[in-house]
């Protein structure tokens, strides 16, 4: 089992920046594919960055050049770097991090951490 702790939520003005981080624990995640999401009041979850072991990312259109995701395999801890924000970034963001045993996946999820951004 993984647990996925948020942290990092908050209000900023709008072109402001933000740090979440997503510490893991039970297990080492260094080779778990991780992701961040976010769900807007009334929206459902979206996708928003994803990290792979080897350093690859991939981001949401609405997102890229403004967040960027990391991770620090000594913390066992992903972060994502939030900068320029606007208001439609105003979400509860979800940690995810995935792993995979020949065709089985096994996701986990934290408990979310709330962005709001003020115009």
């Known amino acids: 089992q993984v647990q996925l702790v948020e942290s990092g939520g908050g209000l900023v003005q709008a072109g402001g920046s933000l740090r979440l981080s997503c510490a893991a624990s039970g297990r080492t995640v260094s080779n778990y594919v991780m992701k961040w999401f976010r769900q807007a009041p009334g929206a459902e979850r979206e996708f928003v960055a994803a990290s792979w072991s080897g350093d690859k990312t991939y981001y949401a259109d609405s997102v890229k050049g403004r967040f960027t995701i990391s991770r620090d395999n000594a913390k066992n801890t992903v972060y994502l770097q939030m900068n320029s924000l606007k208001s439609e970034d105003t979400a509860v963001y979800y940690c995810?991090?995935?792993?995979?045993?020949?065709?089985?996946?096994?996701?986990?999820w934290g408990q979310g951490t709330q962005v709001t951004v003020s115009s």
């Open positions: 995810n991090a995935r792993a995979t045993v020949e065709t089985t996946s096994f996701d986990y």
